[in-house]
């Protein structure tokens, strides 16, 4: 007697020691020991090519001589640990002063970029004249970039050379994010903002009241997406800025990489730690801010970006 797809899937399942229930589909049932067996060694494995390298910078940075010396350069695991890089680096103010002009950046240009972002994304997705001709005129002029001599020139006759308002504005603005929480704003029921126009609320109201509260995971994803931007960005600093004193920590960090000894004779380091732990002590300051920050936002992920991108 021919057994049916139901039956041969449930005989093949109980070989094995696992339950099978016809009703669910089969995506849905428990996965098989072997499989999860897989699954947690390539999990594993990703997991350990990030901690690794991750390990390696810290340990470098708190490694001495005999050790660097030893190990050919970097070092997985410090035997004896010393700070006196990250003493020598916050020696004077230069690594300071960094850290501050890369923490107003980040600030002020995040608060900028988002602020602009979520007024145009809820404006395009609300019914506008013309209605998506214009929208797709709006993402054709902002998914093609001036390129790198347009940019200068601008940057230039605006008068913002050598000043810190180069380094936020020509980033306050990215077409993904304005694409994600575009996408995100159109999903919100139009029953909730009919109901808070027929109360007499206004575009403004409606955005801050009813809006923006349903929006706290996309507005969070997005947040950190310009935050990152505007705190690992150096290019831009190493266009426009002269000034020693506006330097971000990441074009001091690139300064570090190239440069080596010259620089840190330059920031004026009265000490002498290994050059390869300097530089992986300036990585640890660069990376760490954006460690300590990303925990309590990776919650929003899921509902923030996925959300936003496909259901749109």
Do not use: C
Request: no cysteine; proline share 6%; hydrophobic share 55%.
């Amino acid at each position: 007697m021919a057994l049916t797809t139901h039956e041969r899937r449930a005989a093949k399942r109980r070989s094995r020691g696992l339950t099978y229930n016809p009703g669910r589909p089969i995506w849905k049932e428990p996965a098989s020991p072997l499989y999860n067996s897989i699954k947690a060694i390539i999990i594993g494995g990703i997991s350990l090519s990030i901690v690794i390298p991750i390990l390696l910078v810290v340990s470098t940075s708190l490694a001495d001589d005999k050790q660097l010396i030893a190990a050919g350069g970097y070092v997985l695991w410090p035997s004896n640990p010393s700070f006196a890089a990250y003493q020598a680096i916050f020696s004077g103010e230069f690594m300071l002063r960094a850290l501050g002009v890369s923490a107003f950046i980040t600030a002020v240009g995040t608060f900028l970029a988002l602020f602009i972002t979520i007024t145009m994304a809820y404006a395009t997705s609300r019914p506008v004249l013309f209605g998506r001709p214009v929208l797709m005129l709006v993402l054709f002029t902002l998914l093609f970039a001036p390129g790198l001599i347009p940019m200068f020139l601008m940057v230039k006759q605006l008068g913002l050379l050598n000043t810190i308002w180069s380094l936020i504005l020509p980033g306050t603005f990215a077409a993904f994010n304005f694409v994600v929480m575009r996408s995100f704003f159109m999903n919100i029921p139009v029953e909730l903002l009919e109901a808070a126009r027929i109360d007499g609320a206004s575009d403004f109201m409606i955005l801050r009241k009813v809006v923006l509260p349903l929006s706290k995971a996309v507005i969070a994803v997005v947040g950190l997406f310009y935050a990152v931007g505007f705190w690992n960005a150096f290019f831009n600093a190493l266009l426009y800025i002269n000034d020693q004193t506006l330097y971000p920590v990441q074009l001091v960090l690139r300064n570090f990489v190239v440069q080596g000894g010259s620089m840190a004779d330059a920031i004026g380091v009265t000490s002498s730690p290994p050059p390869q732990s300097m530089q992986m002590a300036v990585v640890v300051v660069a990376l760490l801010p954006i460690l300590l920050v990303y925990p309590f936002l990776q919650k929003h992920f899921n509902k923030g970006v996925i959300t936003g991108a496909i259901k749109g």
